[in-house]
């Protein structure tokens, strides 16, 4: 488990370091989830509806959520043409 150390704002944010963003992909818009016991906070990242919807479609659509989200946007593409 790798330890970092952060300063909360007057405002009550934390900024989590750019190597940390970059490792675990987090992004603008990346819900996440605060886990609370006793005195401790943990974070947890919340997969987006794409990278749930992956993990049902591997075998049919694709591997990667971009795949997913390119077939859903086909998708939709082709839904508006009719």
Do not use: C, W
């Amino acid at each position: 488990m790798e330890t970092e150390t952060v300063t909360v704002s007057k405002r009550g944010y934390i900024v989590l370091p750019a190597h940390i963003r970059k490792e675990m992909n987090i992004k603008p818009g990346t819900r996440m989830l605060l886990h609370r016991e006793n005195d401790r906070l943990a974070l947890e990242t919340v997969p987006s509806f794409t990278q749930k919807l992956t993990g049902l479609t591997q075998q049919t659509i694709g591997h990667s959520p971009e795949k997913v989200a390119a077939f859903l946007d086909a998708q939709r593409k082709e839904r508006s043409d009719d």
